[in-house]
């Protein structure tokens, strides 16, 4: 199958590409580098193998998408192309509500021109929003959301739910990540976040390779078993597994699925600190400061459905992401344009 990637140059798109290509799919990527670097194109066609053609587009622009589906003949689009800095949304609202809504809409209408009928979205755990308690299920309304971001993946489902009713030929799959952590075992692409990074993860890898001084755990006074928020960690590697499993089942059926993407097993913060010392031989310096306002204390999957209808269930464990993020973070100190 021929799959367009908005936003395929990023975090999750760059190592879904890479899975994609090594299925048999051809991949197209279509980004405009505004949090990635186009090094990672150049990593991804390495690894793969294959020539991987790539636009440097804003997937707001009607005009350019259609252009590379019509040049293309593009069978399903995966849609990456968000702004994702939670506490960034709050300050910046119409941005994100414009960025991430407008690439949608650009995308579907693009797709009904081309005659393009499967769609896959980058949607996250955060719509379960905070009533629903944890495990997540696919069944539970979505919530209220604690910033735009969140808002922001709450409405595109919306959209996308509506786009598939009032198409029938239209498949929306709806996949709802959990905490994207790790790298592809070569090290040679992983995540790179610009300036001081949001998530636990690529923090604790900066601290512990000597670019931050210190981890500050945001609250320990949780009702967890060890006080401190609790997460469904999942390699990157797997996420990317399911969006190829998701592709097929996007092409194959007909209207709308929501899937979560997640091991089902929660970790705490400081649980996530002890496996990346441990793994790694390497300590991390941390120390505990005051809550994180938005925080949950803590959710996972429920992750059935998606070995119920994708037959993917998460394979790497908490090891494999830690030594696999830290094999990136040695390999690439400063990221992609060290
Ligand atoms: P990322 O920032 O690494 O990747 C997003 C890519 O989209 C970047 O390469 C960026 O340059 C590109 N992009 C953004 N706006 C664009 C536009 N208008 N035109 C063209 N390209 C554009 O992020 P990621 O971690 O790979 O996340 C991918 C998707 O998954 C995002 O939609 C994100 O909201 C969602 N998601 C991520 C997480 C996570 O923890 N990483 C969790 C849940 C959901
Ligand atoms: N944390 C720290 N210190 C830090 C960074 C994070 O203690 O420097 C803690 C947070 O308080 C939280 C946990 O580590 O308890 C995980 O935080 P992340 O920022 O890594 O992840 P979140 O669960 O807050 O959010 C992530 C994505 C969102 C997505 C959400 C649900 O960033 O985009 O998962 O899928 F919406």
Redesign the pocket.
């Known amino acids: 199958m021929k799959i367009l990637l908005a936003g395929g140059a990023g975090y999750i798109g760059s190592h879904t590409a890479v899975q994609l290509a090594n299925a048999g799919h051809e991949v197209v990527i279509a980004d405009n580098y505004y949090n990635s670097s186009p090094e990672a194109v150049n990593r991804i066609q390495e690894l793969t193998g294959k020539e991987i053609p790539s636009y440097d587009v804003d997937v707001k622009d009607k005009a350019k998408v259609d252009q590379i589906m019509k040049e293309h003949k593009i069978d399903c689009v995966i849609h990456f192309a968000g702004l ?1 800095a ?1 506490g960034e949304s709050v300050q910046k609202p119409i941005e994100y509500y414009r960025n991430n809504i407008d690439t949608t809409l650009t995308l579907l209408e693009c797709m009904k021109e081309n005659d393009v009928h499967a769609f896959v979205f980058s949607s ?3 719509v379960y929003g905070e009533e629903n308690p944890a495990p997540y299920t696919e069944t539970m309304t979505r919530g209220r959301c604690s910033n735009p ?2 808002w922001t993946k709450s409405m595109m489902e919306q959209i996308l739910e509506d786009a598939s009713k009032a198409d029938p030929e239209l498949s929306v799959v709806l996949l709802r ?3 994207p952590i790790g790298a592809h075992e070569s090290g040679r692409i992983g995540e790179d976040p610009q300036g001081i990074p ?4 690529p ?1 604790i890898a900066q601290t512990a390779i000597g670019r931050r001084e210190k ?5 320990n006074d949780y009702p967890t078993p060890d006080g ?2 609790r ?1 469904d960690y999942i390699h990157v590697m797997d996420l990317a597994d399911g969006h190829v499993k998701a592709v097929e089942y996007a092409c194959e059926n007909k209207g709308t699925e929501i899937i979560n993407l997640g091991t089902g097993t929660p970790y705490s ?1 400081l649980e996530i600190v002890h496996a990346f010392e441990k793994s790694n031989g390497i300590k991390v310096n941390f120390e505990f400061g005051p809550r ?1 306002e938005g ?1 949950l204390p803590e959710f996972w999957a429920e992750s059935e459905k998606a070995e119920k209808l994708l037959g993917w269930t998460a394979k790497r464990n908490l090891e494999d992401m830690c030594r696999d993020t830290w094999n990136w973070q040695t390999k690439n100190p400063k990221g992609y344009n060290a």
Request: one cysteine or more; a positive charge.
């Open positions: 994702k939670v996250s755990a955060t971001y969140g990540y959990f905490n949001n998530n636990l993860m923090y981890l500050t755990i945001f609250g401190t928020c997460r913060v994180r925080d």
